[in-house]
Each structure stands twice: as C-alpha cells, then as structure tokens.
C-alpha cells in the first residue's frame, strides 16, 4: 500500500515522466551492451489443467531449467474456421496470454473464463508463486492479460459470445479483486469462438498506464474491418479509485485486416502492430482524441500469418514471427521497412514460431512444436552489437509443453 503510494506520488509530482525523459538515470535503451538481459521466462501450457511454465535465463542468455505451476485454472482452444477442428498451435490466437508486471505474472484460462495471478521470487525468478484462487472473468474464452502497476488494474481481453474487455483491481502480494462489468465487443462469436478472425488480439496498457488499448481482428468475408479501441483510465490511483472508463474509442483503420500483437514505441504516441492479412503496420493514437490513424503498412510478400511484434532495446527494432511461415523478420521502427530476415528452417521442427519476447542482447521465440509430438521449445536468438544475428539454443522443454503453449514474458 505505501509502496503504491509513493508510485502515485511520484507520478502525480511528474518524476516519472522527467526520468523517462532523461536518460541520465539509465542508460539509453538503444546502446547496446547496456540493456539489462532478462533473469526468467514465462509463458502458458494452455492444457485442459493449466500451468505457467518458467524457465531460467543464465547471464549469457541462454536458457536454464525450466518448472511448471498449475495456475489452477483450465485452458482451452478455439476452433479453427477453415478446419473446424480444434486450433493447434495458436489455440487463443493472441499475444499477451501471460504478462509480466513489478513481481507479479497473470495468466489467462480460456477454458473456465477466468485469469491467475502469481507472486515472483525475486532471489530466483523462476520460483513463482500462486496468489489465491483464480478470478472470474465476465466473459467467455479470455485471450489476452495487460496490468497496470501504477493503478493496480488487471483488464482481460474474451473472445467467446461474451467477448469484450474486463478489468479489476489488483494488490500485489494478495491476488485479484472483483471483476467490473464486460465492455462489450461486436463480434459474432460462438462460447468457444470460431477463429481466428473475428477475435480479440491483445490487450495493453499505454507505457504511460493512463489508456488500456486492445486490437480486435477484422473478418474481411463478412465485411468487417478490424480496430483498435482505445478505453481512457479514469480515476485517482493515489485513492485507489482508478478505472478503465466503460466507453472507448474505435479505430476502424483502413487497409489493415487483422490487427494483432503490438507494442508501443518508446517516448513516443505510436505503435508496431503487426498485421496476420499481410505483414505490420506502424500507427498513431492522438493523445487527446484517442482515435488511430495508419501512418506506415508493409507488406511481407512470403508471409502467411504475421501475429507477434516484440521491440527490441538492443537493436532499435522490432521481431515479427508467423506460425505458417520458418522465419523471423527484423522490422524498422521509423517506417516498418524490413531490415532483416533469418531462415529459421534449419534450428525449427514446427512450421514457425508464435509468441516472442526481447530482453537485454536477447530475443526469445516460443516454438510450439509439431503436433505429432516434437515437444515446445524456446529459440534464442542473438542480437547484441557486432554479432550476426542468430539462433544460439533452441531450448527443448520435453514433457513440460505441447503445441498449445501460448504467450512468452520476461522477468524483469
Ligand atoms: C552459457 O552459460 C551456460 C551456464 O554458465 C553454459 O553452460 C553455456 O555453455 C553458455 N553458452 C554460451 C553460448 O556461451
Ligand atoms: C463442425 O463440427 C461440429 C462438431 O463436430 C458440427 O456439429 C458442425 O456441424 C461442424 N460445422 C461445419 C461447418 O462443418
Ligand atoms: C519459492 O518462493 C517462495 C515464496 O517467496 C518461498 O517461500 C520458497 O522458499 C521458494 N522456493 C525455493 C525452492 O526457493
Ligand atoms: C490450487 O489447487 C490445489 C489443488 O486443488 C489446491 O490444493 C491449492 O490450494 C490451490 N491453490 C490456491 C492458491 O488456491
Ligand atoms: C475507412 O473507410 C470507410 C468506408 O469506406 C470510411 O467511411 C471511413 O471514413 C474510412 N476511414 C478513414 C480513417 O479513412
Ligand atoms: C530457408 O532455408 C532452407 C534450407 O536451407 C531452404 O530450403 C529455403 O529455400 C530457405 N527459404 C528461403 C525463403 O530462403
């Protein structure tokens, strides 16, 4: 509590902000050799008894032992609409199913609409703990998790009949408070949502935690465009009382298709979305009016399914990964040009990666394995100055996560 306080006080005397702006506190995130590698990941086995899966990152950022926790939930996957078969892998077709924030981890159970909360140990990060029971969500199949520690508020994206977005307060060393109510999206969506359009992509909190933004795929067969919403935080946090408004503002953007996992661009009101109909954009959500607007689109021409973005501080740039497709593309944070490409071929048994996550000198990919039993596993890529990018481990987890992992965090 008086932890929180000092965070609300801080922000509130405009500290915060001033540290952001002034590298001299930390080193500037783009000189590489000075990011901070990350210390454990994360991500979510999405079996029928949930689990978190956590995995030791070593200081040369390789990868070390890896532990399951049952988050006591139960998970699930969509059904895929060109099959009609259960989806393998990308059974939520979200980024964002697990995510990290202070010492603390949330995790979604789509199938039992509900979401978890862990407590990180700090001495050994890969030791976590879970906070109470999991929380109810009100809504049906929850995706994708964002937190804000300045506020103390969960938000939960669904994709089921119930599809929208809910959120509730949060006390780190306790667990999760009553959800509110569902802000509810337009979709037409079957309890376990036929996928992968027409679905929620991801939920995320503005770095300055005053707007909760979520990308909402579009069904271009239907003639439906995807958007983004934009929902304000109302509210003191230094009273406890912050809010995620109940109203939004929706971005249909033009010539985008599938609007998936982003990430905002530092010190800056724009995003790296990146984009399953045809590659990544780059967009600008005003800070006064909240509305989006397109500013850059690129097209990957050999792609299939563009879903996850991660920003790298070492590199300056953005990964993007296709479950369809054995390649990782290094993409520009100026104008979304594509600045590399590594042929994953030869270090990837399954058709792609999914989820990924950037950490220090560092880039992490989850690879969901082949259905036929290859197990997951976590690629390590290497992109630290003067060194050619490339895959330094591909990180097996056996028996510990099948092809519908899903999610990837880091600590811290
Ligand atoms: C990284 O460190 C681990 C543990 O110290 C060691 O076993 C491994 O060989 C190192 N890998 C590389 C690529 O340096
Ligand atoms: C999809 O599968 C379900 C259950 O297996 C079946 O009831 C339904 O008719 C199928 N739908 C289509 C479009 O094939
Ligand atoms: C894991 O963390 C919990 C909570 O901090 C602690 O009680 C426990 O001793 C830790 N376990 C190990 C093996 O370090
Ligand atoms: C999780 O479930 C197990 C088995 O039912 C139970 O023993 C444990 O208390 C639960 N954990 C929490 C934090 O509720
Ligand atoms: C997007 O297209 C629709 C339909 O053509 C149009 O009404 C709308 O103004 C366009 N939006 C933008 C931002 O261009
Ligand atoms: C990737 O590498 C494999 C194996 O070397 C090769 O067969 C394939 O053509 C490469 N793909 C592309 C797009 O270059």
Same mark, same amino acid.
């Given at each position: 509590?008086?932890?929180?306080?000092?965070?609300?006080?801080?922000?509130?005397?405009?500290?915060?902000?001033?540290?952001?702006?002034?590298?001299?506190?930390?080193?500037?995130?783009?000189?590489?050799?000075?990011?901070?590698?990350?210390?454990?990941?994360?991500?979510?086995?999405?079996?029928?008894?949930?689990?978190?899966?956590?995995?030791?990152?070593?200081?040369?950022?390789?990868?070390?032992?890896?532990?399951?926790?049952?988050?006591?939930?139960?998970?699930?996957?969509?059904?895929?609409?060109?099959?009609?078969?259960?989806?393998?892998?990308?059974?939520?077709?979200?980024?964002?199913?697990?995510?990290?924030?202070?010492?603390?981890?949330?995790?979604?159970?789509?199938?039992?609409?509900?979401?978890?909360?862990?407590?990180?140990?700090?001495?050994?990060?890969?030791?976590?703990?879970?906070?109470?029971?999991?929380?109810?969500?009100?809504?049906?199949?929850?995706?994708?998790?964002?937190?804000?520690?300045?506020?103390?508020?969960?938000?939960?994206?669904?994709?089921?009949?119930?599809?929208?977005?809910?959120?509730?307060?949060?006390?780190?060393?306790?667990?999760?408070?009553?959800?509110?109510?569902?802000?509810?999206?337009?979709? !037409?969506? =079957?309890? @376990?949502? %036929?996928?992968?359009?027409? *679905?929620?992509?991801?939920?995320?909190?503005?770095? $300055?935690? #005053?707007?909760?933004?979520?990308?909402?795929?579009?069904?271009?067969?239907?003639g439906k465009t995807g958007f983004l919403a934009v929902f304000p935080v109302t509210g003191q946090c230094l009273t406890g009382e912050a809010k995620v408004a109940a109203s939004r503002i929706e971005s249909t953007?033009?010539?985008?298709?599938?609007?998936?996992?982003?990430?905002?661009?530092?010190?800056?009101?724009?995003?790296?979305?990146?984009?399953?109909?045809?590659?990544?954009?780059?967009?600008?959500?005003?800070?006064?009016?909240?509305?989006?607007?397109?500013?850059?689109?690129?097209?990957?021409?050999?792609?299939?399914?563009?879903?996850?973005?991660?920003?790298?501080?070492?590199?300056?740039?953005?990964?993007?990964?296709?479950?369809?497709?054995?390649?990782?593309?290094?993409?520009?944070?100026? !104008?979304? =040009?594509? @600045?590399? %490409?590594?042929?994953?071929? *030869?270090?990837?048994?399954?058709?792609?990666?999914? $989820?990924? #996550?950037?950490?220090?000198?560092?880039?992490?990919?989850?690879?969901?394995?082949?259905?036929?039993?290859?197990?997951?596993?976590?690629?390590?890529?290497?992109?630290?100055?003067?060194?050619?990018?490339?895959?330094?481990?591909?990180?097996?987890?056996?028996?510990?996560?099948?092809?519908?992992?899903?999610?990837?965090?880091?600590?811290?």
């Open positions: 509590m008086l932890g929180n306080l000092k965070i609300c006080l801080t922000l509130g005397l405009g500290l915060i902000q001033t540290a952001k702006a002034m590298p001299a506190f930390a080193p500037p995130p783009s000189v590489s050799g000075w990011v901070r590698n990350g210390e454990a990941l994360y991500f979510q086995t999405n079996d029928k008894d949930n689990a978190v899966v956590s995995v030791k990152i070593m200081e040369n950022g390789t990868l070390g032992q890896a532990h399951s926790f049952y988050t006591n939930g139960t998970g699930a996957s969509m059904i895929s609409a060109a099959t009609n078969m259960t989806t393998s892998p990308d059974g939520l077709s979200s980024q964002g199913a697990i995510a990290v924030v202070g010492h603390n981890i949330f995790v979604v159970n789509a199938g039992d609409n509900t979401v978890s909360m862990f407590s990180i140990d700090e001495e050994d990060p890969a030791n976590i703990t879970l906070l109470g029971a999991p929380a109810a969500v009100p809504g049906d199949f929850p995706v994708t998790v964002a937190a804000s520690a300045l506020n103390n508020l969960v938000c939960v994206g669904t994709s089921g009949t119930r599809s929208g977005v809910a959120c509730a307060p949060y006390s780190p060393f306790v667990g999760i408070g009553k959800m509110d109510f569902l802000r509810p999206f337009d979709l !037409d969506q =079957s309890e @376990t949502p %036929v996928g992968p359009l027409d *679905t929620v992509s991801q939920v995320l909190f503005s770095d $300055d935690e #005053t707007k909760l933004l979520v990308t909402v795929k579009g069904a271009p067969a239907m953007l033009n010539g985008t298709v599938a609007l998936f996992g982003f990430e905002q661009i530092a010190n800056s009101n724009r995003y790296f979305v990146a984009d399953a109909g045809y590659g990544a954009a780059i967009i600008s959500v005003d800070e006064n009016t909240d509305s989006s607007q397109l500013l850059h689109k690129q097209v990957i021409s050999d792609q299939k399914a563009t879903c996850w973005a991660a920003i790298s501080p070492a590199t300056n740039s953005v990964f993007v990964t296709d479950p369809l497709v054995n390649h990782i593309v290094e993409m520009s944070l100026i !104008d979304a =040009s594509i @600045t590399s %490409v590594i042929n994953t071929t *030869t270090t990837n048994d399954a058709t792609g990666y999914i $989820d990924l #996550t950037a950490a220090g000198n560092f880039v992490y990919f989850l690879s969901p394995g082949t259905t036929q039993g290859s197990g997951a596993e976590i690629a390590v890529l290497s992109v630290g100055e003067g060194q050619s990018k490339k895959i330094i481990q591909s990180f097996n987890l056996g028996s510990l996560a099948g092809s519908s992992a899903q999610g990837l965090a880091v600590y811290p």
